[in-house]
């Protein structure tokens, strides 16, 4: 059924104002310390708090300023902050009144002068410092080349709430565009005995195993994945600094881990700026935001693109709309295979003779952090109990030690 | 028409107030039990209590706890534990400062309590003066029941009234 027309700007509205928000909070809060307090820190200044000594109070305040402000867009529909219910089926729960409008558009306003001062930041801790940028292009956490997917919109732009879902090659050539019902002919899922995830891949290239280049299925999502599969962004200073991140880096793609941070915080620039435009649209207060439903769906598929990457949501219902099927596969989902690529990479690589010390681990942890995973959302077993298995080999692939718990 | 408060219009209403905050997921059986003991403290709140103490849900950990917590003079969190080697409801009664900060933080969904604590303190946000844990040791944590296990069902009873008085007599 179609949305009438405000019903989906004020959903895009408030989907653009999470993305920002959900960005802001991991470059600040998970990403920034390994920069800006360095990657080897000591484990307990390497945090906000020691962030904070380094940028200033006033900026970690400013951070979770803007995030409760934009969760405020969420309370407001959805009557609390975490968990609203905001989306029907046919719009949305309320319409937006003038006066909390002005005081919106104007957290909008200064989420947008925040994601340009993220930007001078990085520029400052991260570009001006040739280490990082060397770290970042290092083989190290640069190894992963592999097919992207991301939405975009009718320009090839990078799109979050809706369009067609576009897949580059590792060159960057589109691989193929479809619309998101259609993710059953090129989406394909693998099971893999050592995993609770399980591991996708694109059906029409295969899976040739833990390898990637152009022959293997294995693709990326997320933000870096999301820039990569488009051909830019739709607001300007995100386009802007979109094009020095690829001009920094060598061009597209760019297959550098550690450059979805980069990604991540243009991304929330887009947001930041989508956010502001529909808080400036004054057809925002229109107070026809649902269509009823008239008829029970039989199937529905949902794509969109969730913070940390690519989401898919398919039901198949009976004649009282109860669901019958469903099948999830989320963000975490579609990355896992680059995420343990790039922790195997990063851990080769900062490892040698055996010598693991906090600081190596930590680089380790980097690799797996960029993608801002959350395995309890993709983990779909609850067995009670993890078994839990560790074999730990060494360069001549002899058995050093088994480490286990609950198995 | 559904009433809005923003973020700094309740920071301003919790100012000098107790929150009692149940955390939780009710539909995976024991660990819903700090919403239980909540809901529990919220009907057994005498009403002298009713204007300066706060009563919520949380079925949510990570970072969302910043915004529950800050701005609160105090806090009392109810919630699910697991011990080694603890007998199924039994109640204990704790102060945050024990609880130990989330080690490796790899998302933002792996922020604990004690994390969140110590983001409001070090950015001088806010951060209740004093926070009581009270916790339940739990049975069934991980299968999908809306009903509690029985020794957990149990001790719903003692754990609000150890909120109560907590709420009660607040430590100095």
């Excluded at chain 1, 802001?24 to 906000?48: E, K, Q, S, W």
């Excluded at chain 1, 963000?331 to 690589?349: M, P, Q, R």
């Excluded at chain 2, 057994?44 to 949510?60: G, K, R």
Aim: with cysteine; glycine share 10%; proline share 4%.
């Amino acid at each position: 059924m179609e949305l009438p027309p405000n019903g989906e700007r004020l959903r895009r509205m408030i989907y653009n104002s999470y993305m920002f928000y959900d960005h802001l909070l991991h470059f600040y809060y998970l990403a920034a310390p390994d920069f800006v307090v360095g990657p080897t820190a000591d484990p307990a200044a390497r945090n906000i708090l020691g962030l904070i000594d380094k940028v200033g109070l006033e900026t970690g305040k400013k951070v979770i300023d803007m995030r409760a402000k934009a969760i405020d867009v969420m309370k407001y529909f959805g009557g609390k902050r975490t968990h609203p219910i905001i989306a029907l089926p046919g719009g949305l729960t309320r319409p937006l009144d003038a006066e909390t409008r002005d005081e919106m558009r104007k957290h909008a306003e200064e989420a947008v002068e925040f994601s340009k001062f993220t930007f001078q930041l990085f520029e400052d801790v991260v570009l001006k410092n040739k280490e990082y940028v060397d770290l970042v292009l290092s083989e190290i956490y640069g190894g992963q080349q592999t097919y992207y997917i991301g939405l975009v919109d009718d320009d090839n732009k990078v799109e979050f709430y809706d369009g067609m879902t576009r897949i580059v090659d590792p060159e960057g050539n589109e691989f193929v565009k479809y619309e998101g019902s259609d993710y059953l002919d090129h989406i394909a899922e693998r099971v893999e005995p050592w995993t609770y995830l399980k591991v996708t891949y694109l059906k029409n290239v295969g899976w040739t195993g833990w390898v990637t280049g152009k022959d293997s299925g294995i693709y990326r999502g997320g933000p870096l994945g999301r820039l990569n599969a488009s051909e830019g962004m739709q607001t300007p200073v995100a386009q802007a600094e979109f094009e020095k991140m690829y001009e920094t880096l060598g061009g597209k793609p760019v297959h550098a881990t550690l450059a979805y941070h980069w990604a991540r915080i243009i991304e929330g620039a887009q947001g930041a700026e989508l956010w502001l435009k529909y808080m400036q649209d004054d057809d925002i207060l229109d107070e026809h935001i649902r269509n009823i439903p008239t008829e029970t769906p039989s199937r529905g598929v949902g794509t969109i693109e969730a913070a940390r990457g690519h989401l898919i949501h398919d039901y198949d219902t009976d004649e009282n709309g109860i669901v019958t099927e469903m099948n999830l596969i989320v963000a975490t989902t579609h990355n896992y295979a680059g995420i343990n690529l790039s922790v195997a990479s990063a851990a080769k690589g900062v490892i040698k003779g055996g010598e693991v010390d906090e600081g190596k681990l930590n680089m380790v942890e980097m690799a797996f952090r960029a993608y801002d995973p959350c395995m309890a959302c993709a983990t779909h077993s609850l067995p009670g109990k993890m078994p839990l298995e560790i074999e730990i080999y060494d360069a001549d692939r002899k058995l050093r030690r088994t480490v286990k718990r609950n198995c | 028409m559904l009433q809005f408060q923003s973020m700094s219009a309740e920071l301003e209403a919790r100012r000098g107030k107790t929150l009692v905050l149940g955390i939780g997921n009710v539909i995976r059986g024991d660990d819903g039990v700090g919403i239980h003991v909540a809901r529990r403290v919220a009907e057994l709140l005498p009403a002298e209590l009713a204007a300066t103490v706060d009563v919520d849900e949380a079925c949510t950990g990570g970072f969302d706890l910043v915004d529950y917590l800050r701005g609160y003079e105090r806090a009392v969190v109810a919630d699910a534990i697991k011990t080694e080697g603890g007998e199924p409801g039994t109640v204990y009664k704790f102060s945050a400062d024990a609880l130990k900060p989330t080690a490796h933080l790899g998302h933002s969904h792996g922020v604990n309590l004690a994390s969140a604590l110590a983001v409001l303190s070090g950015l001088e946000l806010g951060a209740p003066r004093e926070v009581t844990v009270v916790a339940v040791e739990a049975e069934w944590l991980y299968e999908f029941k809306e009903e509690l296990s029985p020794r957990v069902a149990a001790a719903v009873e003692e754990a609000a009234a150890a909120v109560l008085e907590a709420l009660k007599n607040p430590p100095a």
